[in-house]
């Protein structure tokens, strides 16, 4: 057994050492969960600099590369209520009124009164905006295949699988379930 400050074996890693450890001094409780949970937190440690570093040389923030490609997946006219961005965004709607002016000072988007009902705002992806959001996501693309890089189609698909279930599970146990 490895002591507690030796690093993990060849197929071991690091949250395998922790796991080791939580058993060795509190056998009783069950730790397994951190087997995921604690990867998913050190994944997203790794992989979170990588993708906001292709957003930085696309001079673009993560939340305005999100918001973009929203409006742009869209298809169509590439516009969307706020109401509709801010239910893909799982923001405040002070924080998307914020993000939206910010985005229409950089003239990425553009704001109108919907032609059927003057009460509804529409925002819409300006030409500019989708030329930034177009270069943006062939590099995001490209990155985050190069993230996957060590992962089989299968494994992948399989992966792809689980982490749906697993959203699911969460979503449907509601805020702060256990």
């Known amino acids: 057994m490895a002591s507690r400050t030796e690093s993990p074996g060849e197929s071991g890693d690091h949250v395998d050492t922790i796991i080791e450890q939580w058993n060795a001094e509190r056998p009783t409780v069950d730790v397994s969960a951190m087997a995921v949970i604690g990867r998913l937190s050190r994944l997203d440690k790794l992989v979170r600099p990588r993708l906001n570093a292709v957003f ?3 001079d673009l923030e993560p939340w305005e590369f999100d918001v973009l490609a ?3 997946r869209t298809g169509g006219d590439h516009q969307l209520t706020p109401g509709h961005l801010l239910e893909s965004m799982m923001i405040t709607s002070g924080a998307m009124t914020n993000r939206l002016d910010r985005l229409e000072e950089r003239g990425f988007v553009r704001r109108t009164k919907s032609p059927t009902d003057g009460r509804q705002v529409l925002v819409k992806l300006t030409a500019k905006g989708t030329r930034k959001v177009d270069a943006a996501l062939v590099d995001h693309a490209v ?7 060590g992962l089989t189609a299968e494994d992948e698909a399989s992966l792809v699988d689980l982490l749906r279930r697993l959203e699911r599970s969460i979503s449907d146990d509601g805020p702060g379930s256990t």
């Not at 990155?143 to 890089?149: D, G, K, T």
Request: cysteine-free.
């Open 56 to 58: 930085a040389e696309h």
């Open 70 to 72: 929203t409006l742009l």
């Open 143 to 149: 990155n985050e295949r190069s993230i996957l890089r």
